[in-house]
């Protein structure tokens, strides 16, 4: 991958001075999901309860369901003497300390909000595993070759100009044909996204499209720095002040952490990988974890301008990112940002990770994100548990894409258990996520809508356990439908989907389509930005 392996050494190297340790060996499960972090998952909400969490979480008699059959959900046959499982209280949990001081010592702890997509707009959202596809693969390749050879072809053109003019010219006509695959990258990937989010393609070929796009972004930007570089090289020349950087920060819109992960992943070069996929007409929705780092990606076109306003780097940074990110500003160590035109890139890392914002000049509003952090980053204080043969199973889950904590263990001596985890939306089919594990922990994502987790072990007495029917929590948002910018920050009703398609099957299931809810709530937060750190 280009940028995450550095990005993922930074973070691990940060969390561990944060908190004062040094992270444990964690492996990675089938499905990509990390074992062996102690911490539990961001709550991603105020504090709201699961809604109306139905009874069950018994032991289910031998013979009543074989795996791979769809779980029970709601509340099943109770089996005399096991207890109903109900939501725990708060666990007293932490993460790694922030970086405080007297102004922002009440924000430490608060959950990071997220770039979601809009609580009015119907989406559709699924999880699905990805791993090696040589179809995909081989076609990557092979447009990677067509691209360097189209690079090397223009750079020669360039060179071979007998006058200085003529090789102006040529650079001009080379840039601006830069500038044209630009627009259809934008409305390639406007496409690809609407016809997922309208049910014309599944999760897989949006993913490869998106790969696609990434790939084709990349080669492009490879000859935009070839032309930056023949500019220099030629005598009494420079382009207009600007376009090859807003060319630049544009192609970086269509590239992104995980688009790069998930061509690694369809070469083989990097194993089987789970991602969560959501979507509107307009937005885009990714996540996955990798290693033992939750890695999440949103694009939102209706939050861009048509127009080509520009936005000074001062108020991108102390207005825009500082108001839709209050809590990561309070803790940052550091921000910084670059881009030209209409669009510019806020770096910002934290104790808790890295945000990567993209900053609309004419909306002033952050349309693209990038948010990378450590498992152990995240902490909740919500819990739903299910019992049943001595054996207690344990979720934290946070808002639809974010990462979900399942643990296993004895009930009377807390012992782990390394057995199976599915997962089943109401009326969908049961995937599964993996195994807990020797220390009986299994980290994957969470799921939309409503769902039940399950573990069972295959044997001549199967046994499920599963825990009440959950519910994603409300994302702590930045949503702005306005255009009004900085300090816009909201957050949408939780609001149970209206809809569930249940006729996904294989590796991609809980797939939800949810109807506008019937308000969104009022802004949230209106914290005071704090000085910048340079």
Known sequence: MRALPVLLAALVVATALAAGTVPGPAGPSADGAVRGATTLPDAGSTGDADAGPAPGGTVVPAGAVVPGDPLPVGS???????????????????????????????????????????????????????????GPATGFAANASAARLETIATVQHVREAETDEERQRR?????????????????????????FADGRIDARALLVRLARIDARAAALDER?????????????????????????????????????????????????????????????????????????????????????????????????????????????TNADGTGSGGSLIVRVPHPRGNLTAFVDGGSRNVFREYQVRPLASFVDNRTATGFGDGLRLTVNRTYAGGPMRVRLEEVATGEPRDLLVTVRPPDGNSIRLGRTGSDGVLWTLTPAGQFTVATFRATDDPTFVTTPTIRAAVPPDIYNGSATGAGGSGSGTDTPTSGTNGSVSGETAGETSTAPPAAVAAPIDGTPPVARLR
């Open 76 to 134: 099943p046959a109770q089996v005399a003497g096991s207890p109903t499982p109900v939501d725990d209280p708060p666990a007293q949990v932490a993460g790694p300390p922030a970086q405080v001081n007297d102004s922002n010592a009440s924000l430490a702890n608060e959950p990071i909000r997220v770039l979601d997509l809009p609580q009015s707009t119907p989406s559709r959202s699924v999880l699905h595993a990805e791993s090696v596809d040589l």
């Open 224 to 332: 935009r720095a070839q032309l930056d570089a023949l500019s220099e090289a030629t005598e009494d020349f420079s382009l207009e002040s600007g376009r090859l950087p807003a060319i630049e920060t544009e192609l970086r819109v269509y590239s992104g952490p995980l688009r790069e992960h998930l061509v690694e992943v369809l070469r083989g070069e990097e194993p089987p990988t789970r991602f969560y996929v959501a979507a509107t007409t307009d937005g885009v929705v990714l996540s996955a974890i990798v290693d033992d780092t939750y890695v999440r990606e949103t694009y939102r076109e209706d939050l861009r301008s048509a127009g080509a306003a520009t936005i000074d780097l001062d108020d991108a940074l102390d207005n825009v990112t500082a108001g839709a990110y209050p809590v990561v500003w309070a803790i940052k």
């Open 171 to 195: 650079i001009l006509e080379a840039v601006s044909e830069i500038e044209q695959a630009q627009v259809s990258l934008r409305s390639d990937q406007r496409e690809a996204i609407g016809a």
